[in-house]
């Protein structure tokens, strides 16, 4: 029922409904964003206990940052954004451990990953795949999940991420270089 | 077209994963945090509109005060307050009894004070006009 009441209206209408003071009109925006963002942000944590306190520290900071919106980028974008800047600060703050094979880049070679992944059923196939987002970096975690999950182009995740687009690109493929080696290792193991 | 390939594989990969649920309790206790922040914030603009008023109250008092004795310091009019008291009452109540209101002092003063009851009219409608735009309210 939600979603097709949703349906009839867009963001903007929900926005200007919280601007006038209907603060459950937010809840539609949550409920539009809210599984998207669980998903990019459980990635980079790996615990959906502290996915879901950042998650809601982010629409908190949306809510309350409302007003800032202009209107200028789309509101998907402006969002992303503070959850991008909001998970990498938490991750500071509360001193998520992860491990980075920064290191030895250089010498990881531009491969594809194995024909053999195909073979392969759905859940060793995640397996295999959260393990190599392990070894990233948790902002390159981010930069593919928006990429991969939530299907962001490059010009948005550069307005995200407030890098430059050539930046976005050369980071895109570190990563994917990385994802790469790393899948054929855990399926070579 | 095999880092096609490639891509579409780590594309396929991530297509793979299932987007995540959230726990049953997870919007009622955000949307109970937002009207907390809701109320926070409407606490915060309150306090800031009472500061605001403060602010042009006592603006006005300074005009008050201040224009009138400009006005008196131009016009060059000394007022002379005698240092011994037993005098006090009985010079102030002949200084009262022997006051000429000059007509242009007069008109200013009026001009001042119509000026300032304008200002608070004004101050009283735009900050009405404020709450109604920018206010939360909570519906039940």
Same mark, same amino acid.
């Given at each position: 029922?939600?979603?097709?009441?949703?349906?009839?209206?867009?963001?903007?209408?929900?926005?200007?409904?919280?601007?006038?003071?209907d603060?459950?009109?937010?809840?539609y925006?949550?409920?539009?964003?809210q599984?998207?963002?669980?998903?990019?942000?459980?990635?980079?944590?790996?615990?959906?206990?502290?996915?879901?306190?950042?998650?809601?520290?982010?629409?908190?900071?949306?809510?309350?940052?409302?007003?800032?919106?202009?209107?200028?980028?789309?509101?998907? +974008?402006? &969002?992303?954004r503070?959850a991008?800047?909001?998970? $990498?600060?938490? =991750? %500071?703050? /509360?001193?998520? *451990?992860?491990?980075?094979?920064?290191?030895?880049?250089?010498?990881?070679?531009?491969?594809?990953?194995?024909?053999?992944i195909?073979?392969?059923?759905?859940?060793?196939?995640?397996?295999?795949?959260?393990?190599?987002?392990?070894?990233?970096?948790p902002?390159?975690?981010?930069?593919?999940?928006?990429?991969?999950?939530?299907?962001?182009?490059?010009?948005?995740?550069?307005?995200? +991420?407030? &890098?430059?687009?050539?930046n976005?690109?050369?980071? $895109?493929?570190? =990563? %994917?270089? /990385?994802?790469? *080696?790393?899948?054929?290792?855990?399926?070579?193991? | 077209?095999?880092?096609?390939?490639?891509?579409?594989?780590?594309?396929?990969?991530?297509?793979?994963?299932?987007?995540?649920?959230?726990?049953?309790?997870?919007?009622?206790?955000?949307?109970?945090?937002?009207?907390?922040?809701?109320?926070?914030?409407?606490?915060?603009?309150?306090?800031?509109?009472?500061?605001?008023?403060?602010?042009?109250?006592?603006?006005?008092?300074?005009?008050?005060?201040?224009?009138?004795?400009?006005?008196?310091?131009?016009?060059?009019?000394?007022?002379?307050?005698?240092?011994?008291?037993?005098?006090?009452?009985?010079?102030?109540?002949?200084?009262?009894q022997?006051?000429?209101?000059?007509?242009?002092?007069?008109?200013?003063?009026?001009?001042?004070?119509?000026?300032?009851s304008?200002?608070?009219?004004?101050?009283?409608?735009?900050?009405?006009?404020?709450?109604?735009?920018?206010?939360?309210?909570?519906?039940?």
């Open positions: 029922m939600r979603q097709k009441v949703m349906a009839a209206f867009n963001d903007h209408y929900y926005i200007e409904r919280v601007r006038a003071g603060i459950n009109a937010f809840s925006i949550m409920s539009h964003y599984r998207m963002v669980l998903t990019v942000v459980i990635r980079i944590v790996n615990n959906k206990e502290d996915a879901e306190d950042i998650t809601q520290e982010i629409f908190v900071k949306v809510f309350k940052s409302l007003d800032s919106f202009k209107g200028q980028s789309e509101f998907s +974008t402006w &969002l992303y503070i991008y800047n909001t998970t $990498l600060s938490e =991750i %500071r703050r /509360k001193q998520i *451990s992860f491990t980075s094979f920064e290191d030895n880049l250089a010498l990881l070679k531009d491969e594809e990953i194995g024909e053999e195909d073979d392969l059923d759905t859940e060793e196939k995640i397996r295999y795949l959260e393990e190599a987002l392990n070894c990233l970096h902002e390159e975690k981010l930069i593919i999940s928006l990429f991969y999950l939530n299907d962001q182009g490059i010009e948005e995740i550069s307005k995200i +991420t407030n &890098l430059s687009k050539a976005v690109k050369v980071r $895109l493929h570190r =990563i %994917r270089k /990385k994802l790469n *080696s790393e899948i054929n290792q855990l399926m070579a193991k | 077209m095999k880092q096609n390939e490639n891509k579409d594989r780590l594309k396929e990969l991530f297509r793979q994963i299932p987007q995540e649920e959230v726990t049953p309790s997870f919007e009622l206790n955000t949307m109970a945090r937002i009207q907390q922040e809701a109320i926070l914030m409407q606490k915060k603009k309150k306090s800031r509109s009472v500061l605001f008023q403060i602010f042009w109250i006592a603006t006005g008092i300074i005009a008050l005060l201040g224009i009138p004795a400009l006005i008196l310091g131009l016009l060059d009019i000394n007022i002379t307050v005698p240092s011994y008291s037993p005098y006090i009452i009985s010079l102030i109540t002949k200084s009262l022997s006051i000429h209101i000059d007509p242009i002092t007069g008109t200013i003063g009026f001009s001042v004070l119509c000026l300032l304008v200002n608070l009219l004004i101050r009283k409608f735009i900050h009405k006009k404020q709450q109604s735009q920018n206010g939360m309210y909570i519906e039940s």
